[in-house]
């Protein structure tokens, strides 16, 4: 999969490149490029940014540099993907569809936001990963870089794909590793027992009990 992260903050991808995402591209599966939009300005001083027409507060990133930079790596197929508020929230269904895609563009806002042209002028998908404030969409782009990235094949093996609980929609169970006992807390005896359908069908009522007290709201999507 080919991802290109147009960006004013390219240095704020560092935490990228550590980690299963790092690895990912440094065995080829993954091909993560870090566009400067400011490198595509056309105004003498690279300006990126300038008022709203109507006033108000803040800044806007003018559409110039974003239109060159899209076109500047944009070619059929490709997805281009506006982290945002406006967006529907991530899920985990989302996260697998784009994972299918075999070349994904993200443009990261700033300030109060972009020039409403640039999605006049592209076939744009927002994205939003929840309700609060945020100043910028690279924090956005990176998770939703993180969690597409484990669906690629090759990027994790399938056993953990599929071991974890969350992969059925349901919480993690209590996990447990040495030593058995620790401040008076012991392991529950049934991890230790050696008996695989035993544990097999504790962590399944754990993950179920959890997932009910903790995040009903989650059963309600359950595969
Ligand atoms: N945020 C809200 C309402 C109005 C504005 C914002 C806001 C960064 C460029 C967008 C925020 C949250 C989740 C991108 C928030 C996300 C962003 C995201 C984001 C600078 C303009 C801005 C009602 C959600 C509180 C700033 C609500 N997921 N504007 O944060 O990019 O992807």
């Known amino acids: 999969m080919k991802i290109d992260v147009l960006t004013l903050f390219p240095e704020a991808f560092t935490p990228l490149q550590t980690s299963i995402v790092g690895r990912a591209v440094d065995s080829g599966i993954l091909e993560i490029n870090l566009i400067n939009i400011r490198d595509f300005s056309k105004d003498k001083h690279k300006k990126c940014d300038d008022y709203p027409f109507g006033g108000g507060a803040g800044m806007l990133m003018t559409v110039q540099p974003v239109f060159d930079a899209v076109n500047s790596v944009y070619k059929k197929g490709a997805k281009i993907i506006f982290p945002s508020p406006v967006g529907k929230t991530l899920n985990v269904e ?4 784009l994972s299918k895609c075999e070349h994904l563009i993200f443009v990261c806002g700033h300030y109060e936001g972009i020039d409403e042209r640039f999605f006049q002028l592209f076939d744009v998908e927002q994205i939003s990963i929840g309700d609060y404030v945020l ?12 969690s597409v990235s484990r669906f690629v094949e090759g990027v994790i093996t399938k056993e953990s794909l599929e071991n974890e609980s969350f992969s059925n929609g349901l919480l993690e169970y209590p996990q447990y590793t040495r030593p058995q006992e620790f401040e008076g807390l012991k392991v529950p005896e049934v991890l230790v027992s050696g008996n695989h359908q035993e544990v097999e069908k504790w962590r399944k009522q754990q993950s179920l009990e959890r997932t009910e007290k903790l995040r009903k709201d989650l059963l309600n999507n359950k595969k």
């Open 94 to 97: 989302k996260v697998e569809s």
């Open 135 to 146: 100043t910028g969409g690279e924090l956005p782009s990176m998770v939703i870089i993180d």
